[in-house]
Antibody
Framework: QVQLQESGPGLVKPSETLSLSCTVS????????WSWIRQPPGKGLELIGY???????NYSPSLKSRVTMSVDTSKNQFSLKLASVTAADTAVYYC????????????????????WGQGTLLTVSS | QSVLTQPTSVSAAPGQMVTISCSGS????????VSWYQQLPGTAPKLLIN???RRLSGIPDRFSASKSGTSATLGISGLQTGDEADYFC???????????FGTGTKVTVL
């Protein structure tokens, strides 16, 4: 069973860059996409973006200008950087495995997130 | 602000059934497949159902789902106290070129 574990600072100052890592154990990064999803306290889920094992990325349009994701297959890790953070970025950040059904006619229409980390609370405060 | 709308909360007595709706549009539910996630208090979401109605291995058949047009529904029968959680729908949105989650529904067992 694949397990995911987030790691990060817990507290970031406004205007700084948030950096999180996710270590995958019990499986390889190959053949899947790896995502970051966040959840502000008491609110819903928001996909930040995902990266595949080749380093190809797809970011949420609303966060695209501030997001950078990277992958290190040698360490079985992938990472998130979110620049210029504000209090609105305070949330629990989850890493998750993204899977999908291949669709020969275009982008996959069936996508799901089947393995999740436990989440890490990131607070933006001075 | 999510493009998928769910009721804020639903409730029922133990053993009864609840249904949770997820309302979208032609660019998301209407043209893509829906997944459902359960988030127990203080834990990460867990995938229950994908491909509109396919239960993941180990998910009891008390959980069922369907899709019609631009709406999807999750049903939980034989409600148990352990089912108290937040439930989210999710799907691709072709217009946004992104995956979107529903607003979430809190299930309470009375």
């Amino acid at each position: 069973q694949v397990q995911l574990q987030e790691s990060g600072p817990g507290l970031v100052k406004p205007s700084e860059t948030l950096s999180l890592s996710c270590t995958v154990s019990g499986g390889s990064l190959r053949s899947y996409s790896w995502s970051w999803i966040r959840q502000p306290p008491g609110k819903g889920l928001e996909l930040i973006g995902y990266i595949d094992d080749s380093g190809s990325t797809n970011y949420s349009p609303s966060l695209k200008s501030r997001v950078t994701m990277s992958v290190d297959t040698s360490k079985n890790q992938f990472s998130l950087k979110l620049a210029s953070v504000t209090a609105a970025d305070t949330a629990v950040y989850y890493c998750a495995r993204r899977d999908y059904l291949f669709d020969s006619s275009g982008p996959p229409r069936s996508v799901w997130f089947d393995q999740w980390g436990q989440g890490t609370l990131l607070t933006v405060s001075s | 602000q999510s493009v998928l709308t769910q009721p804020t909360s639903v409730s029922a007595a133990p053993g009864q059934m609840v249904t949770i709706s997820c309302s979208g549009s032609s660019s998301n539910i209407g043209s893509n497949f829906v997944s459902w996630y359960q988030q127990l208090p203080g834990t990460a979401p867990k995938l229950l159902i994908n491909d509109n109605n396919r239960r993941l291995s180990g998910i009891p058949d008390r959980f069922s789902a369907s899709k019609s047009g631009t709406s999807a529904t999750l049903g939980i029968s034989g409600l148990q106290t352990g089912d108290e959680a937040d439930y989210f729908c999710g799907t691709q949105d072709s217009s946004l070129s992104s995956y979107v989650f529903g607003t979430g529904t809190k299930v309470t067992v009375l």
